[in-house]
């Protein structure tokens, strides 16, 4: 093996980033695979493909020469009263040799609803290419990106090159319901990790056109409240005008959560938001972020801040409330005239730091039910908490950051901007507290690739220049590692 940092190892590294750009129409045809089954994680009635969808990850660590374990998580106990088999979760490790440094890299291969009814142009589960994208559900969360990090060891393997880390990963199929069950399965399983140097995350999206690494994300607290009149639907002329209607008391009190300036209005609930610095204020100045092309790519015309500054902070510091939807509701098109007799509301509060789970569910319990008092209504109230995810800011000083900097000047030629993410990783400080391990994201998709929503996409380059990224990241971490043992070495 050729030392790092020598010409040698450049021509090798330039060989490897050569062979991914020959080779990517077979990388796209292996997303178009993976895109075609449906592992919707939240659809019981698909589970089974979210377990198909973990096999087949499987079976592809497994023809990298990977030591696998599926590790079987159980039943997921539905609010129906039913349970059915949670899907498996991946243990992996490629390469074990002390002298190396050793990344664990964790992502999903579940997916968020989608059909063709919601909106999409093309297919959701048969990937189109259009322009240079690539449409389908799962394009950029997270199935390019977990492919692209295999593809990026693939490759050294069709060469016969040397891997210069050591690769361990931990894959899941319930990312998108919350992660159930993942940190007792990094709790049960820490001697894994005992000789694992760094974790890497590559679920989320750059925030303009400029790559980006991510050092925070926001939690998530999903509550549903639900709001019962009686055993059954009824006839809105037969009844409607003499009973107290649960659809009524649920919209007044999700009308209370939020007011029209997106400010939470539930008590207590910005006590734990942590203060503002100077250092943390200059930040944002340097940022690129084009706020007119953000609005283009959303499609939305009016955002509730009109500086950049107020609108990162009010996406990776500041809490907000979103109103999901209503189960029980009727929603379908027609003018069907009934009373519904269960309503559930969905609404979820992304939290920064140092808010904690149990305050916010006791502040949103106790103003649900001080605003239900209001109504003097007979029907019965539950509310509950379902997800709770905690925020996560990582230290930036962790040599990987500095490795994925480098690799990222490598590939894309600018420096990256360092960000936080609005969105929730809900395993990505469990990964921190419980191993003490350094946590970074290491995003390649675009500002514009619509995560969780119709016509989320991927574009080809992203996809292709992002698993050249994930390449050039394991030859840098390799090169600074050594230099960091060599330095500890000689100081003893
Ligand atoms: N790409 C990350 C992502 O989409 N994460 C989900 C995780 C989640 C949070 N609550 C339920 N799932 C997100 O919505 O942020
Ligand atoms: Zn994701
Ligand atoms: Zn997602």
């Avoid at 092309?293 to 500086?307: A, C, I, M, Q, R």
């Amino acid at each position: 093996m050729l030392p790092f940092g020598t010409d040698a190892n450049e021509k090798h590294l330039d060989d490897i980033l050569s062979y991914i750009d020959e080779h990517q129409d077979e990388f796209v045809q292996n997303l178009k695979e993976w895109m075609a089954v449906p592992s919707d994680s939240s659809d019981p009635e698909l589970r089974s493909e979210v377990t198909r969808m973990m096999n087949i990850t499987a079976e592809r660590i497994k023809t990298l020469g990977g030591n696998v374990e599926i590790v079987d998580m159980g039943f997921e106990k539905l609010y129906d009263g039913r349970s059915i088999p949670f899907p498996p979760a991946i243990l992996a490790e490629l390469e074990k040799d002390p002298a190396k440094a050793t990344v664990c890299f964790y992502g999903h291969v579940d997916v968020q609803p989608a059909s063709k009814e919601d909106g999409w142009k093309t297919d959701p589960y048969n990937m189109t290419e259009i322009n240079g994208n690539l449409y389908g559900r799962g394009a950029t969360d997270n199935k390019g990106p977990v492919l692209a990090w295999i593809h990026a060891l693939e490759t050294h393997k069709s060469l016969k090159q040397d891997i210069p880390v050591n690769l361990k990963f931990i894959i899941e199929g319930v990312e998108e319901i919350g992660s159930p069950g993942l940190a007792d399965l990094i709790a049960g399983h820490l001697q894994f990790f005992s000789d694992v140097d760094y974790i890497v995350i590559s679920d989320n999206v750059w925030l303009s056109k400029k790559p980006a690494l991510t050092y925070g994300t926001r939690g998530n607290a999903y509550f549903f409240v639900e709001v019962e009149s009686g055993q059954k639907d009824l006839h809105s002329g037969t009844f409607g005008g003499i009973i107290h209607e649960a659809m009524r008391d649920l919209v007044y009190i999700l009308a209370n959560l939020v007011d029209s300036s997106g400010h939470i209005v539930i008590p207590g609930i910005y006590d734990d938001v942590a203060p503002l610095t100077e250092e943390e204020n200059k930040l944002y100045e340097n940022i690129e972020f084009d706020l007119e092309e953000h609005k283009n790519s959303s499609g939305v015309d009016t955002f509730l801040y009109k500086t950049k500054e107020e609108i990162l902070q009010h996406l990776w510091r500041q809490p907000s409330l979103t109103i999901h939807g209503i189960e029980g509701a009727f929603s379908g098109t027609g003018t069907k005239t009934v009373i519904p007799s269960k309503v559930i509301g969905k609404f979820s509060i992304r939290q920064v730091p140092n808010m904690r789970i149990p305050e916010v569910e006791k502040q949103v319990t106790k103003h649900i039910e001080d605003v239900f008092a209001r109504l003097h209504s007979p029907n019965k109230l539950k509310v509950y908490l379902t997800i709770g995810a905690v925020p996560w800011v990582a230290n930036i000083d962790d040599l990987q950051y500095k490795a994925a900097k480098n690799a990222v000047t490598k590939v894309f030629g600018v420096i990256p901007d360092m960000i936080r993410d609005g969105s929730t990783i809900p395993l990505a400080k469990t990964f921190h507290d419980l191993t003490q391990k350094s946590v970074m994201m290491l995003p390649i998709g675009g500002a514009d690739d619509g995560e969780h929503s119709q016509n989320e996409k991927i574009s080809r380059s992203n996809y292709i220049q992002g698993t050249k990224l994930f390449a050039s990241y394991f030859h840098e971490l390799s090169k600074l590692h050594k230099d960091l043992i060599d330095a500890k070495q000689l100081k003893n």
